[in-house]
Nanobody
Framework: QVHLVESGGGLVQAGGSLRLSCAAS????????MGWYRQAPGKQRDLVAT????????NYADSVKGRFTISRDNAKKTVYLQMNSLKPEDTAVYYC??????????????WGQGTQVTVSS
């Protein structure tokens, strides 16, 4: 089956930067929209950013706009999240999400396992 694997999380001081990666593997015909979500302890999972299949349309949560950048490399089946000027309130588990077609006639939504981002003050 299809798997999404995140990497790049870790501990960083406020004002620092991290770059998250999410690579898709398995039987894949086409990867459609992709996105990043985050969930802090005791909180619901919220949208961070999304990107269309061609990369020409992006969407960001107001809280990260101007600081985070989502991008993708379709040849590598990978989506990235560049996070700059990190704040303690950015601390959360970050999850990759994607709409993936294993065949030309079927499309499913997938989640990665999550990667921890901790921003210290």
């Amino acid at each position: 089956q299809v798997h999404l694997v995140e990497s790049g999380g870790g501990l960083v001081q406020a004002g620092g930067s991290l770059r998250l990666s999410c690579a898709a593997s398995g039987i894949i015909f086409k990867i459609n929209d992709m996105g990043w979500y985050r969930q802090a302890p005791g909180k619901q999972r919220d949208l961070v950013a999304t990107i269309s299949s061609s990369g020409d349309t992006t969407n960001y949560a107001d809280s990260v706009k101007g600081r985070f950048t989502i991008s993708r490399d379709n040849a590598k089946k990978t989506v990235y999240l560049q996070m700059n000027s990190l704040k303690p309130e950015d601390t959360a588990v970050y999850y990759c999400n994607a709409d993936i077609s294993p065949t030309i006639v079927r499309t499913y939504n997938y989640w990665g396992q999550g990667t921890q981002v901790t921003v210290s003050s």
